[in-house]
């Protein structure tokens, strides 16, 4: 098949609807890595151009062709204790922001990926406060990820990074292949549950009146327009208890959004 291209009309309506579906707003300079990132897909799916791609995916009841679009879109990249000053502050300042919960702590990692996030917060936990009653809602958009992420399961490469005292204490390791897998131990995934959950456009009703002492959002936001990180940013604020904290990636900032979030440190919050 000769190389695709995308036409500036195509490029607008895959711009359109993975902003209504996914809410990432793409520049115009974005239409290279969409042709890009979308001309695998059509050749895999054996389709002749980006026009019949765009059919499937609208006439696509099931959503699974949305979340393979979402995958292709945006990025998993993630890691076991990722922004490292972050657990500083929360180790530096856990006590204070663990008084008043009644030994309960209930955290939302909005936008897993592939689990790492949620699996560190409940490690650190574990090792920083094992008395602590601890819940944690962990959502993505990707099925596949959430896959993953439920598996617990993950290669070298991914928990090399942890060092030999969280992979004895926390993991299992069988050989695989060549290498080995890692696997966490039941006793720190039973905190956590994985749910699909698009930030865009979910349905926040489902929280009836559920609260979080912390959410982590970190690095999605970033893909978003004002508009959409200022209505998101303001529905973790009611989700939030008072004083209750909102993570949010290093290179993401609140700075031109209305909020009643108090910058605590770099890429930390608290609603006050
Ligand atoms: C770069 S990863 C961040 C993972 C983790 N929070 C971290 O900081 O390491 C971004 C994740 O956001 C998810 N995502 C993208 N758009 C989303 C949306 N509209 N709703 C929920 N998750 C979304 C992607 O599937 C991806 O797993």
Redesign the pocket.
Known sequence: MDRLSLSRKEFELFKNYIYEH???SLGEQKIYLVQARLAKRVKQLQLNDFGEYYTTLINDKTGNELEYL??LI??????FF??SKQWEFWKTNLSAMMEKKNNKLRIW??????G??PYSIAMFLGENAPSMDVKILA????PR?LKEASSGTYSEKAAGSLGSNYLNKYFTKVRHNEGHLYTIDEKIKRHIVFRG??????NYGIFKEKKFDII?????MI??DKPTQTALVQKFYNMLHKDGYLFI?SSEALTDIKTGFKSRSASIYQKV
């Open positions: 996914i809410g990432i979402c995958s945006s990025t998993n990249v993630t890691s990722r922004e990692s909005a936008a897993c990926s592939t790492e996030e959502t993505d958009v990707s990820v959950f698009n930030l865009v456009t979910g982590f959002c970190r690095n999605v893909y978003f990636g």
